[in-house]
């Protein structure tokens, strides 16, 4: 029944993918409710992960240019890198016209999306803005601070996010590999902001209950349970031919006149 309902409201396709991936039904609905438990405990590490790296950008980026408005630099530059750039920033300005909400610096660099943040990393930009975004990771060790290095985790930190806040499958991504990375990139902007997140990270516990579950032996069919249930009751004087035998209204719901 829960098989049935999962595959009628959350589609075929996508329960598929699970089954695929285990032996029978039961166990494919089990680890889909693995796979919402890991996806759950990832969404602070992105929450602390996307917002600091986002204000470190506009902390670096308003000291680099002398102004929180920054992004304001970038427009009619004549650099089409910037210019895309800027035209984002425009989107974002008028979702929140739309919205009614005052066009703050805070306001537009809480709006932009993460992918927005991750793309100034990209080689057309980073180019010209190497100074400022490098900053933002301070405390990365010198052997790591290159910006291929730094695009590299947050490109694969941003898919991450993406598979999770979508909910697609994760059980079989490196997940260890992944949340390790991405907590690495927090400490890099500051080790306290890691430190902190470490005490509250359920990554960790979700993963572990995952593994024990997905490598545990399959659990007894129906039947040897219930094989297992009647020896239990003749092992305590209570067999099978001792119990009253039902009565067929009980079975047939009809009156016995």
């Given at each position: 029944?829960?098989?049935?309902?999962?595959?009628?409201?959350l589609?075929?396709?996508?329960?598929?993918?699970?089954?695929?991936?285990n032996r029978?039904?039961?166990r494919?609905?089990?680890?889909?409710?693995?796979?919402m438990?890991?996806?759950?405990?990832?969404?602070s590490?992105?929450h602390?992960?996307?917002?600091a790296?986002?204000?470190?950008i506009?902390k670096?980026?308003?000291?680099?240019?002398?102004?929180?408005?920054?992004?304001?630099?970038?427009?009619g530059?004549?650099?089409a890198?910037?210019?895309?750039?800027?035209?984002?920033?425009?989107?974002?300005?008028n979702?929140?016209?739309?919205?009614?909400?005052?066009?703050?610096?805070d306001?537009?660099?809480?709006?932009l999306?993460?992918?927005?943040w991750?793309?100034?990393?990209n080689?057309?930009?980073?180019?010209?803005?190497?100074?400022p975004?490098?900053?933002?990771?301070?405390?990365?060790p010198?052997?790591?601070?290159?910006?291929?290095?730094?695009r590299?985790?947050?490109?694969?930190?941003?898919d991450?996010?993406?598979?999770?806040?979508?909910?697609?499958?994760?059980?079989?991504?490196?997940?260890y590999?992944?949340?390790?990375?991405?907590?690495?990139?927090i400490?890099?902007i500051e080790?306290g902001?890691?430190?902190?997140?470490?005490?509250?990270d359920?990554?960790p516990?979700?993963?572990?209950?995952?593994?024990?579950?997905?490598?545990?032996?399959?659990?007894?069919?129906?039947?040897?349970?219930?094989?297992?249930?009647?020896?239990?009751?003749?092992?305590?004087g209570?067999?099978?031919?001792a119990?009253?035998?039902?009565?067929?209204?009980?079975?047939?719901?009809?009156?016995?006149?």
């Open positions: 029944m829960v098989w049935q309902t999962l595959e009628a409201k589609s075929t396709p996508r329960m598929s993918r699970y089954l695929k991936g029978n039904k039961d494919a609905a089990e680890a889909y409710v693995h796979n438990k890991i996806a759950e405990s990832l969404v590490v992105f602390v992960l996307e917002v790296v986002r204000n470190g506009q670096e980026m308003a000291l680099e240019y002398g102004r929180d408005d920054w992004y304001e630099e970038w427009n530059t004549g650099n890198n910037f210019q895309k750039l800027y035209d984002k920033i425009s989107e974002a300005k979702e929140l016209r739309n919205r009614r909400v005052e066009l703050t610096p306001n537009i660099v809480a709006e999306s993460f992918g927005f991750t793309s100034l990393f080689r057309a930009t980073i180019i010209n803005l190497s100074k975004l490098m900053r933002v990771f301070y405390f990365c010198k052997s790591m601070r290159q910006p291929d290095n730094i590299t985790r947050l490109n694969k930190g941003r991450l996010r993406n598979r999770c806040f979508h909910h697609e499958p994760l059980l079989w991504q490196p997940l590999e992944l949340h390790r990375d991405v907590s690495e990139v400490k890099w080790p902001l890691h430190a902190w997140i470490k005490i509250h359920r990554v516990a979700t993963l572990g209950d995952w593994i024990k579950w997905r490598d545990s032996p399959e659990p007894a069919h129906a039947e040897s349970v219930l094989s297992a249930t009647n020896e239990q009751r003749v092992s305590n209570i067999s099978k031919s119990c009253p035998a039902a009565n067929p209204a009980q079975v047939t719901g009809q009156r016995q006149d």
